[in-house]
C-alpha cells in the first residue's frame, strides 16, 4: 500500500521541464529579454557533451529555447524526442547528422545563418567542423510543453516510434531541395542555407516597407517566420498569447513592449535596444513593436509556437497561415493598434533615434498608413 502524503511538498511535483533544466546542471534564463544569445553563459553538459542553456521566457512553458555549444574538433552524443525542434546556427560551421532507426543516415552541413529542421523522434547528432572555434547554436522547441503533458523523460527521450511519414531517407530531398514557395508569404522547406539573405514577401499590413515569409518545416505544427523591416521604418504594434520568441538576426534597433491600457503612457512603455542576437518574448497580451534605428535591414526569426487549433491548422495538421490570419482578423483593432491610433510620442521618439543615427529615410504621413 502506498504511503499516504501528508504535506504539500510532498505531493507537489511543479514543472517537468524545470526539473529536468535543473537535472542537466544548465541555467534557466527567465524574463522577457536576453540581450545576446550567443555569449550568454553555458554550462558543461553531461547527457550530451558541450555546454547548453535553457530558456522560459515570458512566464510560460510551451516554447523555450535550448542554446548549444560544441567546441572545435568536437561532436555532441546523438539523441531523439518527442517534442518538435528547428536548429540555428549562430557562430561557427558543422554539420548534423539525421537517421531513423535502421536507415541510411544522411549528413547536412551549416554554417552561420543556417536554420534546419529536426524531424519528430528521428535520431540527430551535431559535429563542429572548426579545429579552432567553438560553434553555437539554438534549437527553438516545445521541449517545455511535451514534458509537462507526459511526465516522463524516458517516455520522451526513449520512445521508439519512427514518425517516417515525417521524415525516412528514402525521401528524396529532404533536405537537398530549395523548398516551395506555396503561396504569399507561406514557404514549404526543411533547410536554408542563411536566412539572413532569404527572399521574403511583403507585408505592407503590419508596416510600411516590411516583408515576412512563413515557414512550414520538418512536416510539424511549428509556427515559424521571418520579419524584415526596411530602413527607416517600424511595425504596427501588435499582441498575441505569450510563447513568442523574436530573434533578432540582422540589423539593428530597439522593441516597445505595453499592456493594453498603457498605449498612452510614455512611462510605461518598455524600451529595449536589440541587436544581433538579441531575444525578446512579450507577455501574454502585452503590445510589442519592431524599431529599425540602423541603415541596413533589420531581420528577425520568430518561433511562435506549436499550435494545433482548427484555426492554425489545415485538414492534415500543417500550419496554415491563411486560416491563422482570418483567425487574427476576428480580433480586429484590438490585437493591433494602428500607425494612425498609436500616440504621437511613439513616431516623434523614433525620428530622433534616427537623426542621431544618421538615417534621413521616413514614413509617410500617418494618414497613409496600413490598416
Not at 476576428?330 to 513616431?347: H, I
Request: aromatic share 12%.
Amino acid at each position: 500500500m502506498a504511503k499516504p502524503v501528508k504535506t504539500f511538498e510532498e505531493w507537489w511535483v511543479g514543472s517537468h521541464y524545470q526539473n529536468f533544466v535543473k537535472k542537466e546542471g544548465a541555467p534557466l534564463y527567465e524574463g522577457s529579454f536576453l540581450e545576446d544569445l550567443a555569449t550568454v553563459p553555458l554550462a558543461d553538459w553531461e547527457r550530451r557533451g558541450g555546454k547548453v542553456a535553457y530558456t522560459r521566457l515570458a512566464g510560460q512553458e510551451k516554447v523555450s529555447l535550448q542554446i548549444v555549444e560544441i567546441p572545435p574538433k568536437s561532436q555532441l552524443k546523438p539523441e531523439h524526442h518527442m517534442y518538435e525542434a528547428v536548429m540555428y546556427v549562430m557562430k561557427g560551421t558543422g554539420a548534423t547528422v539525421i537517421w531513423q532507426e535502421g536507415e541510411p543516415k544522411q549528413t547536412i552541413e551549416w554554417s552561420e545563418g543556417a536554420l534546419l529542421a529536426v524531424p519528430l523522434n528521428a535520431w540527430h547528432q551535431e559535429f563542429n567542423s572548426s579545429a579552432t572555434e567553438p560553434c553555437r547554436v539554438l534549437f527553438g522547441t516545445n521541449m517545455a510543453q511535451v514534458m509537462n503533458i507526459y511526465k516522463s523523460l524516458d517516455y520522451v527521450f526513449n520512445c521508439p516510434f519512427a514518425f517516417k511519414d515525417r521524415y525516412s531517407y528514402s525521401m528524396e530531398g529532404y533536405y537537398s531541395e530549395l523548398g516551395r514557395h506555396w503561396n504569399l508569404r507561406l514557404f514549404e522547406t526543411n533547410f536554408i542555407p542563411d536566412i539572413r539573405t532569404f527572399a521574403l514577401d511583403k507585408w505592407e499590413e503590419r508596416g510600411i516597407r516590411t516583408s515576412i515569409m512563413r515557414l512550414y518545416m520538418g512536416n510539424a505544427t511549428s509556427m515559424i517566420h521571418i520579419l524584415e523591416v526596411s530602413e527607416g521604418t517600424y511595425v504596427t504594434a501588435h499582441r498575441h498569447g505569450a510563447g513568442a520568441h523574436v530573434i533578432v538576426v540582422g540589423g539593428e534597433g530597439y522593441e516597445l513592449l505595453f499592456m493594453p491600457g498603457e498605449e498612452g503612457d510614455a512611462a510605461k512603455r518598455r524600451k529595449v535596444p536589440v541587436k544581433p542576437y538579441g531575444v525578446i518574448a512579450p507577455r501574454l497580451n502585452e503590445f510589442h513593436q519592431h524599431f529599425n534605428t540602423g541603415k541596413a535591414p533589420f531581420r528577425q526569426l520568430a518561433f511562435k509556437g506549436w499550435d494545433i487549433s482548427p484555426e492554425t491548422t489545415d485538414s492534415k495538421g500543417r500550419y496554415d497561415p491563411v486560416g491563422a490570419a482570418k483567425s487574427d482578423d476576428l480580433y480586429g483593432s484590438s490585437f493591433k493598434l494602428r500607425y494612425d491610433k498609436e500616440d504621437t510620442a511613439v513616431r516623434e521618439e523614433y525620428y530622433r533615434e534616427l537623426e542621431k543615427n544618421g538615417v534621413t529615410l521616413r514614413l509617410p504621413p500617418l494618414d497613409q498608413g496600413p490598416g
